[in-house]
Structure formats: structure tokens, C-alpha cells
């Protein structure tokens, strides 16, 4: 039988789990390296997956930045539970969050470029997203052989069911998925 996780905003004390669940992919380079007062700091751009056992199974995060505009950063799930649906939920609850807040574009820096699209977003390039540019790639030691693809999402064309929300503010499971619109 496939485990059920509870998905629900990140708290203050999911911090150094968040940033374990981390390490491995920042040492594979995949995602950008965040500190324990980095997490603290910023703790309520994120959402978590929380395993049967009370582990952290995955978590994401939807950083805004100007405008109408946010990013979705440092998503990950554990490796002994990839493949179960658990990162698209993940996403699907970030871009429930973005509509909450009324950010319609959503991109993200991602070296899974396919694992966005089939979420509905689609390849963009760097020149679209100067609030990213302007904001962090150009203090980047990697800026000139950056490898990552950018994505982006319109949150307008993407259709969300009813009864979805992110739960942000509540304690609701995030059980509902985004789909893309046809
Ligand atoms: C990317 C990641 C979050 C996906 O999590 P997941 O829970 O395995 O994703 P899902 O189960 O929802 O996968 C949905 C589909 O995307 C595909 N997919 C998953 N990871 C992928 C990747 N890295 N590249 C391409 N496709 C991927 C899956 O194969 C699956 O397709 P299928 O249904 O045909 O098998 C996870 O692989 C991860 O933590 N990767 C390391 C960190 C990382 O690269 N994060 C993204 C940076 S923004």
C-alpha cells in the first residue's frame, strides 16, 4: 500500500530537518546550498511532506519576488520516496499558494527541466526573468557557466480544482492537484 503524506507550511521547527532532507542535493549540485538561519528565516515561503513515521518526506519552496512574480526553490523529496507523486504535490500546493497571493507568473532554476513541464510549465530564458537576474544570478560565482534550465508557469492558465487550496493559514491536508489547462 503507497504511505500517505500530510502536506502543510513548513514550521520553525522543521528547519534542520528541511536543511538535512537538503544536504545531499546541494553536494550533487542540484540545489543551491540554504543554512539552518536561511530556512528560519524565510520558513513560511515553505511547504513540507510529513511521512506516516513523522519524518520529513519532501518540502518546496515559493519565494516571491516583485510584482506578480515567484520562484519556486529548493524542492526536494527523499530518495526512498521519489517517483510516488510526492513533488508534484509539492508544486501543485506552491502554485496554490501563488494564486493566494496573486503571483501569476511562477518559475523556476531547475536541472529537472521535464519534471516541471509535465506540470504545465514550459522552457523560458533568462532574459524573461530579470527580477531573478537582478536579484541573485548576478552575485552568483556560477553565473557564467550556470547549468540550470529556467521554467515558468502562468498561473492563470492553470486550472485548480474548487476545493483546493495551499492551507497556508490552516491545517487542511494539500491533498488536491493542479492540473494544466487544455
Ligand atoms: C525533482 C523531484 C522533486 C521530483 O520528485 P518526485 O516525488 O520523484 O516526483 P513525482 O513522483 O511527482 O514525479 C512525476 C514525474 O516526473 C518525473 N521526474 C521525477 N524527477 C525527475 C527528474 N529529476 N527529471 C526528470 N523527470 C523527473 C518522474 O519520473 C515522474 O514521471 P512518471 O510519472 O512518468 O514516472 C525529485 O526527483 C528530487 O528531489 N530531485 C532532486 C532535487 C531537484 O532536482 N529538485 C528540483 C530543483 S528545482
Redesign the pocket.
Known amino acids: 500500500m503507497r504511505p500517505s503524506f500530510q502536506l502543510r507550511p513548513a514550521r520553525l521547527y522543521d528547519a534542520a530537518e528541511l536543511h538535512a532532507l537538503q544536504q545531499p542535493?546541494v553536494a550533487?549540485g542540484?540545489?543551491l546550498p540554504r543554512s539552518p538561519r536561511y530556512l528560519c528565516e524565510n520558513i513560511r515561503d515553505y511547504v513540507v511532506a510529513v511521512a506516516p513515521d513523522g519524518r520529513l518526506a519532501?518540502g518546496?519552496a515559493l519565494h516571491f519576488l516583485d510584482g506578480d512574480v515567484a520562484e519556486?526553490?529548493?524542492?526536494?523529496?527523499?530518495?526512498r520516496?521519489?517517483?510516488?507523486?510526492?513533488?508534484?504535490?509539492?508544486?501543485s500546493a506552491l502554485l496554490a499558494s501563488a494564486r493566494e497571493h496573486q503571483a501569476w507568473k511562477v518559475f523556476?532554476?531547475?536541472?529537472?527541466?521535464?519534471?516541471?513541464l509535465?506540470?504545465g510549465f514550459t522552457r523560458t530564458v533568462m532574459a524573461e526573468l530579470p527580477q531573478k537576474l537582478t536579484h541573485d544570478c548576478l552575485g552568483c560565482p556560477k553565473l557564467a557557466n550556470c547549468q540550470q534550465v529556467p521554467v515558468i508557469a502562468d498561473v492563470f492558465a492553470l486550472r485548480l480544482p474548487a476545493a483546493a487550496s495551499s492551507g497556508f493559514g490552516a491545517e487542511a491536508p494539500l491533498e488536491q492537484p493542479w492540473e494544466a489547462a487544455v
Not at 81 to 91: E, H, I, M, T, W
Open positions: 542535493f550533487q542540484l540545489l519532501g518546496g519556486v526553490q529548493s524542492l526536494a523529496v527523499a530518495p520516496f521519489r517517483g510516488a507523486g510526492l513533488g508534484s504535490r509539492l508544486v523556476a532554476l531547475t536541472h529537472a527541466p521535464e519534471f516541471f509535465r506540470l
